[in-house]
């Protein structure tokens, strides 16, 4: 089975950036992405890209957020920038086979166990 180790998670001031990486314990697969959930809320799709490397990304995140993947597609990366209170919440890196909406947690069958978020 596949596993998936976030890291890079922490504290920011608002308007502040991190950077998260996700390292797989296998090569070239097909759909990656970052979702998160804060306290009381439902998890959400952060950003998501395939192997082809088309990449999509939330309305919230856009123009703030890059999701990027190295060559060998076992590292997933999300470059946060100019950071806000709403972007606190921990945040997991996913994977799957078939994802018809790169957003859409159900898509997914392999996850990490998250890393924390917050942003103030």
């Known amino acids: 089975d596949v596993q998936l180790v976030e890291s890079g998670g922490g504290s920011a001031q608002v308007g502040g950036s991190l950077r998260l990486s996700c390292s797989a314990s296998?090569?070239?697969?097909?759909?990656m992405a970052w979702f998160r959930q804060a306290p009381g809320k439902a998890r959400e799709g952060v950003a998501g890209?395939?192997?082809?490397?088309?990449?999509a990304a939330a309305d919230s995140v856009k123009g703030r957020f890059t999701i990027s993947r190295d060559n060998a597609k076992t590292t997933l990366f999300l470059e946060m920038n100019s950071l806000k209170p709403d972007d606190t919440a921990m945040y997991y890196c996913?994977?799957?086979?078939?994802?018809?909406?790169?957003?859409?947690?159900?898509?997914?069958?392999?996850w990490g166990q998250g890393t924390q978020v917050t942003v103030s």
């Open positions: 996913a994977t799957g086979v078939y994802c018809a909406n790169v957003l859409s947690p159900s898509e997914y069958d392999t």
């Open positions: 296998a090569d070239a697969l097909m759909y």
């Open positions: 890209i395939g192997t082809n490397g088309v990449a």
